[in-house]
């Protein structure tokens, strides 16, 4: 608006410039503009400052519009940096884990190959006591004893001994199943994590 006032006092000025008489400086006079032609050429200035005037203000609000979008995008860039970070550090929390489960999963097969070593062992020796068992019992009914009671008496001690191996035995059969079960649980849960 400021535009076309500007050119509207500049049009008026130039008005009164050449409302005055021209000086000769040739043979053909010139003729002054008609006042319809400066009328018609004082809209189109009017018309050119309001153009300019709306090519401004729009121009503005566009910049107005990518600025206030830039912002924007910047703030959404600043959080994505930021979810990027926080996926980095959990991509790292998960490594540890992970390695930490392996250590645990190499120490579990560790402990099973020694249960069962140590499993057979006691099977080993539960084998060759039922054979000694076997072999007194041979040798009770072969020879005379010196006293039935007292062969009761060791005869229910190698029962009892013998009872106790059972029960050890098998308690560590199912500690080494409970062993067995767990490292396929945690090698699944490795292998799910991969």
């Known amino acids: 608006m400021i535009w076309a006032l500007c050119l509207l006092c500049m049009a008026g000025g130039l008005r009164e410039a ?6 000769k400086t040739s043979k053909v006079e010139d003729k002054a503009a008609p006042q319809e032609e400066v ?23 566009k910049i107005g519009k990518i600025s206030k979008a830039l912002t924007s995008h910047e703030g959404t860039l ?7 970070e926080q996926a980095a550090k959990e991509e790292k929390e998960m490594k540890d884990v992970l390695q930490s489960l392996k250590a645990q999963m ?3 097969q560790d402990q099973t190959v020694m249960t069962k070593d140590w499993l057979a062992s006691m099977e080993q020796e539960e084998v060759e006591l039922k054979t000694k068992v076997r072999r007194l019992e041979m040798y009770l ?7 039935i009671k007292e062969l009761q008496e060791r005869a229910e001690e190698h029962s009892y001994v013998l009872k106790c191996l059972q029960d050890l035995t ?5 500690n ?11 090698q699944r849960m490795s292998e799910a994590k991969t």
């Open 18 to 23: 050449h409302a005055g008489p021209l000086p």
């Open 39 to 61: 009328n018609v050429l004082m809209f189109g200035v009017i018309q050119l400052s309001e153009s300019l005037n709306y090519v401004y203000e729009t121009t503005a609000a």
């Open 78 to 84: 600043q959080m994505l940096g930021k979810q990027t």
């Open 106 to 108: 190499a120490e579990q």
């Open 141 to 147: 009914n072969n020879f005379a004893p010196t006293s």
């Open 170 to 174: 098998q308690f560590h059969k199912e």
């Open 176 to 186: 080494i199943e409970t062993q067995i079960k767990q490292l396929s649980k945690l």
